[in-house]
């Protein structure tokens, strides 16, 4: 349940940061060289986003991971259960 609740936070954190850059997915995913589908799962909270894919994704909007991890410790009472369960429908 932590992990959940950790990779739900920083998905929404990464997707506040992208808004907040004015880009939409495919853009963002485009500039971190990755895919739009695994972007928004990330996003979502959906699938736990590597070390190396997190460090392309700050590095597309010229941040940080310390910038990154303090957004996510920001945000509260994320819903898990909805964010996991949802299908991704993204792209299909």
Known sequence: MILDRTKTR??????????DHGL????MATMAEMR???LYAIERGAKAASLI?????VKAIDS????????ASEIRDVNV??????????GK
């Open 64 to 71: 940080d991971m310390l910038a990154l991890m303090e957004k």
């Open 81 to 90: 259960s909805s964010n996991i369960n949802r299908n991704n429908s993204y």
């Open 53 to 57: 894919q997190i460090h392309a994704i």
């Open 10 to 19: 920083l998905g929404k954190a990464i997707q506040q940061m992208r808004q």
């Open 36 to 38: 739009p589908q695994d």
């Open 24 to 27: 939409s997915v495919e853009q």
